[in-house]
């Protein structure tokens, strides 16, 4: 089955910074890789998501990449700023629609 | 507009007691149907999902199970909690075809 990791478990940044987020995974039938921000009151919100046709897709400060050959894809956040912090989780899923998760990476932006 | 409700919030049960957590979701057709639980400080695991009435698909064994008596309702159980059984569980969805996840707001279960 699906085998999802993630990588680092925390990251500090200097606000204005950038932070990158890197997820591998097993399972090569998976075409869809989303992730979410995960916030103390405010539960887990899709932030961007890629599917396996396309290698980068960007949205205003925060851009994910995929490798399919590699099995590994990245979340970029650029220029951060402390409403950045929070837990960030990538996943995969497979033609089936299951849908594993990374560990998460507690993202902490220092003014 | 497309709903997930998810109850109770919070729970607390002895050891040896049953569990059932409710998930329904709402405005959607046949959607995947999953329950995750959440460690402290740990990330997301999936124990169950469904792809359709019936069909439950176990991802760790554990000592708690799922059903989908219908087809956008998500039941988690246990026969017997055990201490170990603690944790934060969130039931997800997404539609058809394979489109975002969308999640609860979560159960804090506390068993004693």
């Known amino acids: 089955g699906e085998n999802v990791e993630q990588h680092p478990s925390t990251l500090s940044v200097q606000e204005g910074d950038s932070a990158v987020i890197k997820c591998t995974y097993s399972?090569?039938?998976?075409?869809?890789f989303p992730w979410y921000k995960q916030e103390l009151g405010k539960g887990s919100q899709l932030i961007i998501d890629?599917?396996?046709?396309?290698g980068e897709k960007k949205d205003q400060r925060i851009a994910v990449t995929l490798n399919k050959t590699a099995k590994h894809f990245s979340l970029h956040i650029t220029e951060t700023q402390p409403e950045d912090s929070a837990v960030y989780f990538c996943?995969?899923?497979?033609?089936?629609?299951?849908?594993?998760f990374g560990a998460g990476t507690q993202v902490v932006v220092t003014p | 507009s497309q709903t997930i409700h998810q109850w109770p919030a919070t729970l607390v049960q002895p050891v040896g007691s049953p569990l059932s957590l409710e998930c329904t979701v709402e405005?959607?057709?046949?959607?995947?149907l999953y329950w995750y639980r959440q460690a402290a400080g740990r990330g997301l695991q999936l124990l169950f999902y469904?792809?359709?009435?019936?069909?439950i698909s176990s991802e760790v064994p554990q000592n708690l199970s799922a059903s989908r008596p219908q087809d956008r309702q998500f039941i988690l159980s246990s026969k017997k909690l055990l201490l170990s059984d603690s944790g934060f569980y969130l039931c997800?969805?997404?539609?058809?075809?394979?489109?975002?996840?969308?999640f609860g707001q979560g159960t804090r279960l506390t068993v004693v």
């Open positions: 469904s792809v359709g009435i019936g069909q």
């Open positions: 997800a969805y997404s539609g058809q075809p394979n489109t975002e996840a969308f």
């Open positions: 399972d090569s039938a998976s075409n869809y």
């Open positions: 996943a995969a899923r497979d033609s089936w629609g299951k849908l594993q």
């Open positions: 405005g959607t057709s046949n959607p995947n």
């Open positions: 890629i599917r396996s046709n396309v």
